[in-house]
């Protein structure tokens, strides 16, 4: 009994050392961000500085790394909210560039998903599995033909060039089939039986039973969107509309400080998505694995 | 009892089947609409993703978008004897080769320590999984600083009585990278582990506790067993994940990384920089194909993994 206690006691150490070393880089940024410039400059230096050819040169000779501010000070986030433009802009970015495809993506494959589970056959089995290969795909192949069709239709450099694929992406088709074959069938078919339409059968039982479904879709399909670099960078060259992903590791030196309190800033949304939906993540997961699929 | 209900199921079902083969006019107007609903996404995806791929496809083949002269496979073996391509691909292979085991096998590591009788579980379980939630570009800043050459990971090094290194400059770069994408992944893998674990039959590990099994010969003979089919899976997925680590590189390093960061990405970004389609189609088809080979792999894998579930 007491070798087991102290096992116990051993795997609460090793879990709590393993969560702050996963916790330390994000609360250090949130505590940095509250640091004046003068104490950020005394403790950094200049960290870094960007050279003509776009990396990185290492300037500064001491980097004293400290969790807590001496003082804590807004005077970031006052310059980052009501003094630079720029650095709120580029939030609003991204803000445009994910909530359309966010709302359409979920709406497109609302519609998908219910017809792959209703439908049955060979065709169908060969578009899913179309789906799903797509899905699969790194960004190297995609943006490919995304790029192609882009120049075609004369919206390369406009949003529209990230909206569209992303709107029609396949990965929210791929995690709602999951969740709606898990319907029951004699729910579906007993409505179908009482001469309901699939219109009807869509929109009065499988959405209200897929409303958790949706929201881990919709979690899982928003951290993928708002982290997004890849695709702003090759077809958006005018970097005004880049998001703020991108222009967060353009920063330059000097400005350290206020980019913590900008890295804050754009990891607000997240957390506080993660905090009000961090079992529908949990279930999406599971899904998206296949475990319970 | 069990079987009773799944015989009754099934000749429920069948009577069911039954009676909408006889509306099969119904069935036919049922399958017309359905396919509407299918449309906007199956017009989405062959306009942006389908048809231009075989236009890529075409690209791969030809020798200039003008002439259009057939090219046999002379753009593929020329992106292949590429060497920046080569540096990419041998970058990219050798970082999945150390980052992806890593995932795997950590992950289940912190699975099966959250498995245990451990206070505060659903926090900890909380705690592995932010990372997953934070954007990269946030936290880049935090990691530069801390892989700073002056930084406080080579204060640590310094006390061990290790030299100083310079991390982003030399070919200690990769750890950096995969440290990482181990912090921005193991939650996600450890989740799929976690769920996988939960469905082992509970009747099986309480009869192996009852003949006094020791814990490890449990782990060994039952928990692998069982989650073989899951530790595969996982593999596969880190290994696709694993090719898109490009975004952290481009966060922390910029455009023009260490020689041992380059990856494929990059190569495609600089090609897209001179915009020469058939270099690039040519790449686009040999990754497509690596990874369809790779997703055939995963498809078996998740087929034998269903079945074994449902025994």
Known sequence: MRKKRIKIYIATLVAAVIAILFLMPIVLTITNSFMSSSEISSNYGTVFATNEKGGKVYISNKVNLKFIPDMVSFS?????????????????????????????????????????????????????????????????????????????????????????????????????????RRIPKGVIEAAQIDGAGEWQIFRKICMPLCKGALCSVAILVFIDYWNMVEQPLILLSDTEMHPLSIFLSKINSGEIGLAFAVATIYMVPCLLVFLYGEDYLVEGITYQGGIKG | MKLFSRLKEVKLYKKQNKELHCHSKGDKKRRLGLMLFLAPSLSGVSIFFILPFAVVFYYALVDNPISQQFAYLDNFVKVM?????????????????????????????????????IPYRSQFRTFF?????????????????????????????????ISKIDWFKSSYAQIVIVILFLWKNLGYNMILFMAAISSIPKDILEVAVLESASAWKIFIHIKIRYLSSTILFVTILSLISSFKVFREIYLLTGDYPYDTLYMLQHFMNNTFQSLDYQKLSAAAIIMSIVMIIIIGILFITENRFGKDMEE
Do not use: C
């Not at chain 1, 709302?103 to 998908?112: N, P």
């Not at chain 1, 899913?128 to 192949?141: D, E, R, S």
């Not at chain 2, 570009?137 to 990971?153: E, K, P, R, T």
């Open chain 1, 76 to 180: 970031q986030y006052v310059t980052v909210l009501l003094k630079s433009p720029e650095y709120l802009l580029k939030f609003w970015n991204s803000v445009i560039l994910v909530v359309p495809i966010l709302i359409f993506q979920l709406v497109v494959a609302s519609l998908t998903s219910y017809a792959f589970t209703r439908l049955r056959g060979r065709l169908k089995e060969m578009i899913f599995f179309t789906y799903i290969i797509l899905m699969l795909m790194p960004y190297q192949v995609t943006l490919v033909p995304n790029y192609l069709v882009s120049s075609w239709l004369h919206i390369l450099n406009t949003r529209w060039a990230i909206w569209l694929p992303g709107v029609f992406s396949p990965f929210a088709v791929y995690l709602l089939t999951k969740f709606m």
């Open chain 2, 81 to 117: 004897g590429n060497g920046a391509f080569q540096l990419a691909a041998l970058n990219t292979l050798k970082f999945s080769a150390v980052a992806v085991p890593l995932a795997v096998l950590l992950s289940l590591g912190l699975a099966l320590l959250l498995e245990r009788e």
């Open chain 2, 129 to 161: 999984l932010t990372p997953m939630m934070v954007p990269v570009a946030s936290i880049v800043l935090i990691f530069q600083v801390l892989f700073h050459y002056n930084g406080a990971m080579n204060d640590v090094l310094a006390f061990l009585g």
